[in-house]
């Protein structure tokens, strides 16, 4: 059974830094590429990032590029998004998703965790 | 970036009833070798993460109840629910996976009449 736990939210002062962490299982971890999704009450959801399965190629969307880098770690089925210089704006629900294309990238998600939780406030 | 529009926003609907959902890209989600189309819809409900319903427009993920259908091509696209369900309450997003950014759209909530 495929398992995406994400962890490491939580509260954060503006400028300050956080590094999420999604543990997978029930999958061939470094076939597939994974991916941050984000959604917040006012605007939906956001696509954040994405990293393929060797950990080689990586996209970001705009509104993050050059503050959060996605990682991952193979050998312990862990992607991570490190987020600096945090915003009010970036409050959200971050949920970690599994592409479904094996040794690629399609950017659709068949499998998605829980979510964690960011906010972003003084 | 491609931008995708759903309406309505909502939408409420008798149960058994008929629910169409629609999404229109800023440009064509169609790629001319393979002719597929690279849109795919998401349900999420509350307290849940998203959930995988159809990808190349009109391909039911497995276990996807057949109520369930999308339809459209190039820019406009269509989810409908045949026979709304209980269950289905939920909101629906589009998203576009023809190139990065990956965008959605601002989803549409449907509820029961």
């Known amino acids: 059974e495929v398992q995406l736990v994400e962890s490491g939210g939580g509260l954060v002062q503006p400028g300050g830094s956080l590094r999420l962490s999604c543990a997978a299982s029930?999958?061939?971890?470094?076939?597939?590429?994974m991916t941050w999704v984000r959604r917040t009450p006012g605007k939906g959801l956001e696509w954040v990032s994405e990293?393929?399965?060797?950990?080689?190629?990586?996209h970001y969307a705009e509104s993050v590029k050059g503050r959060f880098t996605i990682s991952r770690d193979n050998s312990k089925n862990t992607v991570f998004l490190q987020m600096n210089s945090l915003r009010a704006e970036d409050t959200a629900t971050y949920y970690c998703?599994?592409?479904?294309?094996?040794?690629?990238?399609?950017?659709?998600?068949?499998?998605w965790g829980q979510g964690t939780q960011v906010t972003v406030s003084s | 970036d491609i931008v995708m529009t759903q309406s309505p926003d909502s939408l409420a609907v008798s149960l058994g009833g008929r629910a169409t959902i629609n999404c229109k890209s800023s440009?064509?989600?169609?790629?001319?070798?393979?002719?597929?189309?690279?849109l795919v819809w998401y349900q999420q409900k509350p307290g849940q993460p998203p959930k995988l319903l159809i990808y190349?427009?009109?391909t039911r993920e497995s276990g996807v109840p057949d109520r369930f259908s999308g339809s459209g091509s190039g820019t406009d696209f269509t989810l409908t629910i045949s026979s709304l369900q209980a269950e289905d309450v939920a909101v629906y997003y589009c998203?576009?996976?023809?190139?990065?950014?990956?965008?959605f759209g601002q989803g549409t909530k449907v509820e029961i009449k």
């Open positions: 440009q064509s989600l169609s790629y001319s070798l393979n002719n597929k189309n690279y």
């Open positions: 990293i393929s399965g060797s950990g080689g190629d990586r």
């Open positions: 029930g999958f061939t971890f470094s076939t597939y590429a």
């Open positions: 998703a599994k592409d479904v294309a094996v040794g690629g990238s399609w950017g659709v998600f068949d499998y």
């Open positions: 998203q576009q996976y023809y190139t990065t950014p990956r965008t």
């Open positions: 190349w427009a009109s």
